[in-house]
């Protein structure tokens, strides 16, 4: 799938992985639009590499379909990187006091990270179809982003990695599923990767997970991010495949 003159739609664009693919994309020559609920830092982020924005939640069908239209509007959409996701409020199943996890926050961690992305994937797929297929018979690729946290969730991260879990599992089969209409779709498993997200964690936090990474021993860059959303892109063989992405890290319990 060439990037070069694709239109490519990047959820979360305004911030973290999101930004740095949004940025990677652009500087590989595909017309970015950034989907993401952050207006004014996406309104920034879009402008600074000449970029489209369209502010909304990845979980409502019609912001969706109107970042999809934006997108649609500047070339073929061809690449959709869903990267629009993160851990709200964590907690044990029980806690120590006897309290079971709140139910609610359960919920809409799920609903922010699986089934915004499926929502993200399946309208956007729904685009691609219409596209002319190349010589190959592609027409798009689609990036997911989990986390290891889907593997090995800590704990207290019962939602989170419930909900990465989730993203993991779904990868092959929309895979299957979109192969009828030329659709790859592959997922990222990040680790730690150093974003804003990390900002207000506590330094001995950070520092107890960069000393348990085992090399490069460093939270992940954004950009590395980036390159291995531009790698499962371009290589026409990856399909239905999640990649960590963490300096073989694999987390402690806790
Ligand atoms: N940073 C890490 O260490 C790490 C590790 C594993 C997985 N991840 C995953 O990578 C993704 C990006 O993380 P990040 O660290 O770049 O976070 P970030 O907070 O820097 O960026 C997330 C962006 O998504 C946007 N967003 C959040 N909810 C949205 C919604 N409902 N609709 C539209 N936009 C929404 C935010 O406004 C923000 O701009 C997330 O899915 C996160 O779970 C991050």
Redesign the pocket.
């Known amino acids: 799938m060439d990037i070069a003159g694709s239109s490519a739609l990047v959820?979360?664009?305004?911030?973290?992985?999101?930004?740095a693919t949004a940025r990677h994309l652009a500087s590989r020559g595909a017309q970015v639009t950034i989907?993401?609920?952050?207006v004014t830092?996406?309104a920034e982020v879009a402008d600074s590499f000449g970029g489209h924005y369209v502010a909304?939640?990845?979980?409502d069908e019609n912001?969706t379909l109107a970042a999809i239209e934006c997108a649609t509007g500047n070339g073929p959409l061809k690449i959709v990187a869903a990267?629009?996701?993160?851990?709200l409020a964590g907690g044990r199943t029980v806690g120590r006091d006897g309290t079971p996890h709140d139910l609610d926050s359960f919920r809409k961690t799920v609903d922010?990270?699986l089934v915004?992305t499926f929502n993200t994937a399946r309208l956007a797929a729904a685009a691609m179809a219409s596209n002319d297929a190349n010589e190959d018979g592609e027409r798009g690729v689609i990036v997911t982003?989990?986390?290891?946290?889907g593997y090995e969730g800590q704990i207290g991260q019962i939602a989170?990695g419930a909900a990465?879990a989730g993203i993991i599992g779904m990868t092959i089969i929309l895979a299957r599923d979109l192969a009828a209409v030329g659709v790859r779709v592959n997922c990222i498993?990040?680790?730690?990767?150093?974003?804003?997200?990390?900002d207000l964690a506590p330094a001995e936090m950070k520092d107890n997970l960069e000393s348990k990474v085992p090399f490069p021993k460093r939270?992940?860059r954004?950009e590395e991010f980036a390159a291995l959303v531009e790698h499962m892109t371009t290589n026409q063989y990856l399909n239905g495949q999640v990649i960590r992405l963490d300096g073989a890290i694999r987390f402690d319990p806790k």
Not at 145 to 149: F, L
């Open positions: 959820t979360g664009g305004a911030s973290g992985l999101g930004e989907f993401d609920r952050d830092r996406a909304g939640d990845v979980t912001d990267v629009a996701g993160g851990a922010l990270n915004g982003t989990a986390s290891i946290a989170y990465k498993a990040p680790g730690t990767m150093r974003t804003r997200a990390w939270f992940g954004p």
